[in-house]
């Protein structure tokens, strides 16, 4: 019975990896990111924080309260272990 927990155990921490975001999508929220005259290392924030900053990006705001949001996105941010 121990061994079948322990294998359980196993093979659920051996899937909870946390995936890197695409390269690809990184390099595109950084050069975004500086039209808004904001700098960041996207690749060392993890894939929630490049997700918010990519959604943020998208939305259909006015310049300043993008920005705004931007700058919150980043002062919260998230880095990957």
């Given at each position: ?71 919150w ?9």
């Open positions: 019975m121990k061994r079948v927990f322990f294998a359980l155990i196993l093979s659920i921490a051996a899937t909870q990896t946390v995936a890197d975001a695409n390269p690809q999508l990184v390099a595109s929220v950084e050069h975004r990111l500086r039209a808004y005259h904001l700098q960041a290392d996207v690749s060392r924030f993890s894939l929630t924080t490049v997700a918010r900053l990519h959604f943020a990006l998208s939305e259909n705001e006015s310049y300043l309260d993008k920005r705004r949001r931007l700058k996105i980043l002062r919260n941010a998230t880095y990957k272990n």
